[in-house]
């Protein structure tokens, strides 16, 4: 066994480094994975964490609750991009353990680096944090095209119903209009439908009363000549 492979401490007793894969594809998490369970992030231990790294939150921009997700996610996708061996990661760890605004900090991650792979250079180490820097970067651009293909699509969504409900309401607010016109026709009739039909009735009540008046007087008359009759002729 190597200084390599004992290169992960805890409680001053050598762990032995589980070997990870060359690539993101199976490792590294995406937010669609945030429900899942998820290996608590090696960075804390080292300073990197939520307790040394709280950033401002603008609430009009983000929740603090999204961004400590999203950061926990990027510190447990660099963990899982952790090559076998001794590589850049590692150097990470170190400067970050001894002091990242520390120059004495990277010399002596360097040293430390050097004996455990003779192959480590300078050039080395940025060729691999380039590699790191990439995977990374691949997975913020995935997350980006499908975070803005679902914010297209919910948007989109947002204005064909707004446009929809707002089509509806403007046809109610015409026919509530139209109604209300209607009802004020409806009453204007209604208020003048006694005149309208009373001078029709008013006639026809004149015509009856004459009509009997004028029954009346025919029938008294000949009534009369009945009498005469009766009580004139032997």
Known sequence: MSLKDLFIVNNDKPVKKEPSKATSKL???????????????????????????TPSVNSDEMSEEHLNKAIEIY??????????????YEYFQTVIQGGIT???????????????????????????SDFYVSEINKVYNDYVTKGNAKKKELVDQKTHENQSLAGELNLMKEQLEALKTQIEDRENKLSSIDDKYFPKISELDSKL????????????SIELVKEGITNNLK
Not at 27 to 53: H, I, L, Q, R, V
């Open 209 to 220: 009363a004459a009509n009997d008046i004028a029954k009346n007087k025919v029938i008294e």
């Open 102 to 128: 520390n120059p004495q900090t990277y010399k002596m991650a360097f040293s430390m680096g050097s004996v455990m792979d003779k192959s480590v250079t300078k050039t080395k180490l940025l060729q691999q």
């Open 75 to 88: 510190q447990n996708g660099f963990d899982s991009l952790n090559q076998n061996g001794y590589d850049f």
């Open 27 to 53: 490792k590294f998490p995406t937010a669609d994975s945030s429900n899942s369970e998820e290996t608590p992030s090696k960075f804390s231990a080292f300073g990197f964490g939520k307790a040394s790294f």
